[in-house]
């Protein structure tokens, strides 16, 4: 089968799906200013699946070769159908991931977690103190969390905690490594902010400078030199601090899908900002299709789609050009080369944003937070005047 990507002929690849990420509700109690969910939110918040459609999509995803599957929302724990969910996964053979911010947790459900076969619980975490917690999550959460670690650890559970790094709490790594360690982590994601959805809007008020990033990777390392084995601990660079970009998901519709609240079925977190797209639904015509024969996961699978430089590029296999994206929201283009990379015609624009990051003006802007009022207000326009840099919803 050939379809047309861009005016290029190209040809369909049936990939495997090893990990699918069930993003099953948008509702949540934290405002988090630097969440990945759509900033549009609250248009997608309406007709969720219901239990019958996700054990559905479990299997579909199973029979298309998923063998990892990630609980996700915002706030999974929001829903009370997650046993029963989590149950049908293990039936199916998923190593499953319930991805939480513990709100919603109690000593019940996790030991029905437990009993049901769920494999993983990841936990998030923001800061050693309440104040910054607190406020980067405009929400009152800090005691709740480690309360929740401590859960978490009692049911014998691996320690997986998650950090977002950003500029209120970088200057704190030494500090949250050392609570994590007391905590009894068994991993642990520095997580530096890569800038989509909330977090692109508030990228100003967000980023770190280069330095700063720099200071944390070192007292990083050194604290893995001395735990050594006992805890493993990952430091994500941000991608407008990397000279070359990611392969972003380790290729478009090559190895992850994403189902969202509503059904549509996804390639990556932030697809839904793409031009000229329309994306597969769960309700219509399955995973199957929208895996295999689907325009959107076909759009740019391969090279074929490339414009220059990328299309030349000897390291065009590395990165694939980088995400698709980054591109369209920071150049305009989905089909041109990721602005993070330094050969990109558009790296100018990482360049100057790393230089807004050290202006105080701009980072004493004020904070979108995650919440429908701020969602309501991006979709009616009311907030253009903060995105009117970027060039879609992202």
């Known amino acids: 089968m050939a379809i047309q990507n861009n005016g290029v002929a190209a040809s369909v690849t049936h990939t495997q799906p090893l990990w699918l990420l069930a993003e099953i509700t948008y509702r949540c109690p934290l405002h988090c200013a630097f969440c990945y969910n759509p900033t549009d939110y609250d248009k997608h918040t309406q007709n969720e699946l219901s239990t019958e459609q996700w054990i559905n999509v479990l299997r579909d995803a199973r029979k298309l070769g998923a063998l990892q599957l990630g609980i996700s929302g915002g706030e999974p724990l929001l829903r009370d159908d997650i046993e029963e969910i989590v149950i049908e996964a293990k039936k199916l053979g998923y190593y499953s991931n319930l991805i939480t911010s513990g709100v919603g947790l109690t000593e019940k459900r996790i030991q029905a977690f437990k009993e049901g076969g769920l494999d993983h619980i990841q ?40 950090v977002v790094i950003h500029r209120y709490n970088i200057g704190h790594i030494k500090e949250i490594l050392e609570m994590a360690e007391a905590l009894g982590a068994d991993y642990v994601e520095l997580a530096n902010t890569q800038y989509y959805g909330w977090s692109l809007v508030n990228r100003n008020q967000l980023m770190p400078t280069k330095e700063q990033i720099d200071h944390a990777e070192k007292v990083t390392n050194e604290f893995r030199e001395k735990v050594g084995n006992k805890m493993k601990v990952f430091f994500v660079v941000p991608d407008y601090f990397s000279d070359r970009p990611k392969k972003c998901m380790n290729g478009w519709g090559e190895v992850f899908m994403i189902v969202t609240a509503n059904g549509d079925v996804l390639p990556c977190h932030s697809a839904r900002v793409l031009p000229n797209m329309e994306f597969p639904n769960v309700r219509d ?9 689907s325009p959107a996961f076909n759009r740019y699978r391969g090279d074929s789609w490339m414009k220059e430089p990328c299309r030349t590029c000897p390291e065009k296999e590395n990165d694939l050009g980088g995400c698709r994206c980054q591109a369209f929201l920071l150049s305009g283009d989905a089909e041109s080369a990721d602005p993070v990379c330094s050969l990109s015609p558009n790296h100018h624009i990482i360049e100057k944003a790393i ?10 802007q004020p904070i979108l937070f995650r919440n429908d009022k701020n969602s309501k207000k991006i979709l009616s326009g009311e907030a253009n005047d903060l995105i009117k840099d970027f060039h879609a919803t992202p």
Do not use: C, R
């Open 123 to 162: 936990l998030s975490m923001h800061d050693i103190t309440e104040e910054i917690n607190n406020f980067i999550t405009n929400t009152k959460t800090f005691e709740l969390k480690k309360k929740v670690a401590a859960m978490i650890k009692n049911h014998d559970y691996p320690m997986v905690l998650n």
């Open 355 to 364: 230089e807004d990051a050290k202006n105080p003006v701009l980072q004493a």
């Open 285 to 293: 015509k399955g995973l199957m299709w929208a895996w295999q024969d």
